[in-house]
């Protein structure tokens, strides 16, 4: 390891690509770059066996199972539950316990395929085909919401409650100066009652500085709205209809969303029968079925997340092209 891309790591990524199947041409691209990740990742983790590519079937899996096998199954439910609360969340210890086949028979029902929580050929396949997908789509932003914890937060109030409802206010505070910031915290300080009588002010709410059902509320509504439609600080202003940079699926919100839920429709009206969706800019059951759907009418891995090739792949089904290309199509017709 000398930091120089000589012959001889030339010949090693040559023989990499053609052990992994990958173009054999001694540059790393993309493509070759993400496997040897891939690989580093997996080798790091314990979760391949020698002479054992990630992905190749090890054998049946079942309850009582062991080993390394194991452990690999167990990362990619891991990933996918990360990306989908609908898979309960397992320990890749190797151990195929009942939380495994739980995690298994979670994803077997979503995957359509027989839900008995044994790992053949089929449901590796798709296991490993999901869990590349999600590996290279980018971060999934959701919203995880919380209820009124039921008796007003007022200071020395502790736990979740308190923490969700500071990120509530912090993103307001961020789109109105007149609302205090007041950092995330779990337990209701002095400076998270003065935000609290900032917020009350803005609204026209009664200024106790005490969270009760109406400020909850209130704060809740408007947090949501601005996360919903606001533009996001990161966000990068060319855009358009680009990808950007991050999966949206169920929980999803935001401009985003907005643009999945208008392809969706363009394309119901496409199809008879197919139903509109709610250009709401939330993300639900409802469009992950539909992203399902069109993934596999176009031969795509049906994970309900729309990842860059899904996003592409829709957008350009809906015929709606970005404004530079738009306008670069116009001038070609004008011609």
């Known amino acids: 390891m000398d930091g120089i891309f000589g012959s001889g790591t030339a010949a090693a990524v040559r023989a990499f690509q053609s052990y992994f199947g990958l173009t054999v041409d001694g540059v790393v691209g993309r493509t070759t770059w993400n496997k040897l990740h891939e690989v580093y990742n997996s080798i790091a983790n314990k979760l391949l066996s020698p002479d054992q590519r990630p992905g190749d079937f090890p054998g049946t899996l079942r309850l009582g199972s062991t080993g390394t096998p194991v452990r690999e199954l167990q990362y990619y439910l891991y990933l996918l539950g990360a990306y989908n609360n609908i898979i309960p969340a397992v320990t890749i210890d190797g151990v195929f316990g009942s939380r495994t086949e739980a995690a298994v028979i ?74 205090q910031s007041p950092g995330l915290t779990s337990i209701y300080t002095q400076e998270l009652a003065d ?62 969303v907005l643009l999945v839920q208008q392809w969706l429709n363009q394309l119901a009206t496409l199809n008879c029968g197919v139903p509109f969706v709610d250009e709401s800019s939330l993300f639900s059951l409802i469009e992950d079925g539909k992203i399902r759907a069109f993934q596999t009418d176009n031969s795509l891995a049906s994970t309900g997340t729309v990842d860059q090739i899904t996003w592409d792949t829709l957008r ?20």
């Open 195 to 256: 935000a609290t009588r900032s917020f009350q002010r803005l609204l026209s709410l009664p200024q106790t500085g005490i969270v009760d059902a109406d400020t909850w509320t209130a704060a809740e509504a408007l947090s949501l709205q601005l996360l919903a439609y606001a533009p996001s600080p990161d966000a990068d202003p060319a855009q358009g209809t680009g990808y950007p940079a991050y999966a949206v699926q169920n929980g999803s919100s935001g401009p985003n």
């Open 106 to 179: 979670a994803f077997q029902k979503l995957a359509g395929l027989t839900a008995d929580g044994i790992v053949g050929p089929a449901t590796w396949a798709a296991l490993y085909q999901d869990a590349s997908v999600l590996r290279l789509s980018g971060p999934v932003i959701t919203v995880d919401r919380l209820d009124y914890p039921g008796t007003p937060l007022t200071i020395g109030s502790e736990g979740d409650a308190v923490l969700y409802y500071s990120l509530l206010l912090e993103r307001i505070a961020y789109y109105f100066d007149a609302v």
């Open 316 to 335: 350009n089904a809906a015929r709606i092209l970005p404004p530079e290309n738009s306008e670069s199509q116009n001038t070609a017709q004008e011609e």
